[in-house]
């Protein structure tokens, strides 16, 4: 067999975390290989080290069969190997062009960098990838979905052969990841190899020729994608018999705790959000869907206290509440776990313990007099760690060096645990591992059950479908439709967000 890569006994140790456990992985030149696991099980450790990010701290790579060291990412693109990663790198500022030859520009005449020959190059690239962008505008102006898509052009401009990307749809809407699979299996016909990893089998099974699955650091197995079962995947990855799906009783919701009336939110003199009205019941999971892009992330920015409103009105618990900063918002109990918690939900240059009993400060015990009450906080930090599972060495270490999805794990944790009235949560399935996700969505139906109002935003139909007593659908910042899982099913839910129905 023709292997693009080889990688023979690879071990990372972290302190005390093993975070890659003599992995014998191989990926065949040509081909798509999807790398599943839970969160924290040392997928992104194991391509960082295919990347020259990080050093093994045992074992050996070949690349197409010679033994390689790959000492920087300089290197790794010397052996022709791109990564995409799971946070975006590109310059906003910047043009497509600029980002592409970023540290790598032409020279013209001796001195000037030659943005010619880089743009005719870029434009190749983005004809190649279907993406027919501006080469004039800044990346920033773009949508996450083509930015994604400019990082790997990005990558193939720097004449990357194999691509390694790591959880690229997690940040994108279902339309959108078809989109970008397509352009996947387009590159793979170019004869590149690419190794993707993901949390949804769907995509592994949609995608790849082979599947790896990682577990605790270890390599658990390769198999062809023709021959395993979903079933058997999901055991691989959390070594135990699938867990049951979220059961939830039906029941009568309370009265109304948080309203949102003829809301309009403009930005940059775009309406994002148009005369949006619906309200949310105590004991009510309110699902909110839509393609992303159609105004739910600035209607929920509004809603935190993040954005202002243009025009109409916030209630909750009977009070307007337009005029209330985020903070006075979440001192009245509306607790939010943000969409992208990385860069909002987290300070990641604080410890995890800081983090995790942030906006807890005023809880009683937590302090004495003006002290705070340092075992008390620990305590309950401990207690919240094994709850959600985050995987961390100690409470004392940066939050920025934990794992993706156990940071989200981290802020899920901290803003379930104020048991609160009221709950916004965006996105509550992305990056996160099937347990943890069953785990959450448990914990959203017990909120619900005990009498919380809760604001679900999604663009997973499943998640939406199997939690909501009430959806929303919006479309083009309207909210086009609202119904019930009872009355509906996917294919009308996928009219109303494509707008070709509505029932307001
Ligand atoms: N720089 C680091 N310092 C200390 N520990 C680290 C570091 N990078 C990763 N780890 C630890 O190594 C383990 C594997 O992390 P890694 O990021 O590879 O997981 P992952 O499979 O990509 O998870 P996710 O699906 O959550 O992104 C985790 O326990 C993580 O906390
Ligand atoms: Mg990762």
């Given at each position: 067999m023709n292997y693009a890569i080889e990688t023979h006994q690879i071990s990372k140790v972290f302190g005390g975390t093993v975070a890659n456990d003599r992995i014998n992985l191989q990926v065949i030149d040509g081909h798509i290989h999807a790398v599943l696991g839970e969160n924290g099980?040392?997928?992104?450790?194991?391509m960082k080290i295919l990347f020259g990010e990080e050093q093994p701290?045992?074992?050996?790579?070949k690349i197409h069969d010679e033994p390689v060291k790959i000492s920087s990412p300089a290197e790794a693109l010397r052996l022709s190997i791109g990564f995409i990663h799971q946070n975006f790198t590109l310059v906003n500022e910047f043009t497509i062009g600029q980002n592409f030859a970023l540290g790598i520009e032409p020279i013209k005449n001796l001195i000037m960098a030659d943005y010619d020959s880089v743009n005719k190059k870029t434009r190749d690239i983005l004809d190649l990838?279907?993406?027919p962008l501006s080469l004039e505008a800044p990346v920033g102006s773009f949508s996450v979905e083509e930015r994604q898509i400019i990082e790997i052009g990005k990558a193939l401009y720097r004449g990357a052969q194999i691509l390694i990307l790591d959880e690229p749809t997690s940040v994108l809407t279902p339309q959108k990841i078809e989109k970008l699979l397509d352009i996947l299996r387009r590159l793979k016909k170019e004869g590149k190899t690419i190794i993707m990893i993901t949390h949804k089998?769907?995509?592994?099974?949609?995608?790849?020729?082979?599947i790896s699955v990682l577990r605790k650091g270890a390599l658990v197995a390769t198999m062809a994608r023709d021959q395993v079962s979903r079933d058997q995947?999901?055991?691989?990855?959390?070594?135990?018999?699938p867990l049951s799906v979220v059961e939830k009783s039906p029941h009568e919701f309370g009265d109304t705790l948080f309203e949102v009336k003829d809301l309009c939110v403009r930005v940059g003199g775009r309406d994002m959000v148009k005369h949006v009205d619906f309200e949310v019941h105590r004991g009510e999971i309110f699902g909110l869907t839509g393609v992303g892009g159609n105004g739910q992330a600035e209607l929920v920015e509004a809603l935190t206290g993040m954005r202002p409103v243009s025009e109409g009105e916030i209630r909750f618990n009977g009070k307007s509440v337009v005029k209330w900063d985020i903070r006075k918002r979440r001192l009245a109990g509306m607790a939010y776990v943000p969409e992208n918690r990385i860069t909002r939900g987290t300070a990641v240059t604080l410890s995890v313990l800081d983090n995790l009993v942030m906006g807890h400060h005023y809880r009683p015990g937590f302090h004495s007099g003006f002290v705070l009450n340092q075992n008390a906080m620990e305590t309950f930090a401990e207690a919240l760690i094994r709850q959600y599972e985050v995987v961390a060495s100690s409470l004392e270490i940066n939050a920025g060096s934990l794992s993706g999805g156990n940071l989200q794990k981290l802020v899920i944790g901290r803003e379930f645990s104020m048991e609160t009235p009221?709950?916004?949560?965006?996105?509550?399935?992305q990056g996160i591992d099937i347990r943890t996700t069953k785990y959450v969505q448990s914990e959203l139906i017990r909120r619900r059950d005990t009498g919380c109002a809760i604001l679900l935003v999604s663009g997973d139909l499943d998640e939406i479908f199997s939690l909501s007593d009430?959806?929303?659908?919006?479309?083009?910042?309207?909210?086009?439709?609202?119904?019930?899982?009872?009355e509906t099913n996917r294919f009308e839910l996928g009219q109303y967000m494509v707008g070709s129905r509505r029932n307001r």
């Open positions: 099980a040392g997928k992104t450790t194991l701290t045992a074992g050996t790579i990838l279907d993406m089998l769907e995509e592994a099974f949609s995608i790849a020729d082979e995947l999901i055991r691989l990855m959390v070594g135990e018999e009221f709950l916004i949560v965006a996105y509550p399935s009430r959806i929303g659908v919006m479309y083009s910042g309207e909210l086009v439709a609202i119904t019930r899982p009872e």
